[in-house]
């Protein structure tokens, strides 16, 4: 990477329906937010899986390209013992964003949630509105970023940033 490119940090959090994501910035000082949204799966939920997956990875692309991150931050799946077709089915979003990073020598990180949480909040159990209020704040938003899926996906980009390149 050229000493003039900007360090970025690409944030996921993956889903079938509704990925968010952050694009977030190293500076010594602080991280700044250059962007942050969500890939909404083509028609929703009635959607078949492959479109679905498509979708994501057509996104994805395209904020790769437009925003060229030197890494990825994704968080980790968690699901119930009970649930074993939830995992299976977020597996193949997890699967197809790092497959758009593998496609671009895009090295890839993952955390769980409660780690997030932890470097993010101070406590890994906290709550979507907390995660949401403490990325409002790091990042001087005038209110929570919503869905609650933008602010998983910046607090994954940030704890990346926290755990690998404060000392960069």
């Known amino acids: 990477m050229e000493a003039d490119t900007p360090y ?3 944030g996921i959090d993956p889903g079938l329906r509704v990925t ?4 977030i910035e190293y500076r010594p000082l602080r991280p700044i937010l250059c962007e942050a949204g969500v890939i909404r799966s083509e028609d929703g939920k009635d ?3 492959e479109a679905r997956i498509l979708s994501i990875h057509k996104e994805l692309g395209e904020i790769l390209d437009q925003f060229t991150p030197a890494s990825m931050a994704v968080e980790q799946l968690y699901s119930h013992y009970a649930h074993p077709r939830t995992a299976i089915l977020m597996g193949h979003a997890r699967g197809v964003i790092f497959l758009a990073a593998a496609q671009r020598n895009l090295p890839v990180f993952s955390y769980s949630a409660t780690r997030v949480k932890k470097i993010v909040t101070g406590n890994g159990r906290a709550g979507k509105e907390q995660v949401q209020r403490t990325i409002a704040g790091e990042f001087g938003l005038a209110k929570p970023p919503e869905p ?3 602010a998983d996906a910046l607090a994954v980009a940030l704890c990346h940033y926290h755990l690998r390149h404060t000392t960069k």
């Open 8 to 10: 970025r940090i690409l």
């Open 20 to 23: 968010g994501y952050g694009v």
């Open 47 to 49: 959607a078949s899986l």
């Open 148 to 150: 609650h899926d933008v």
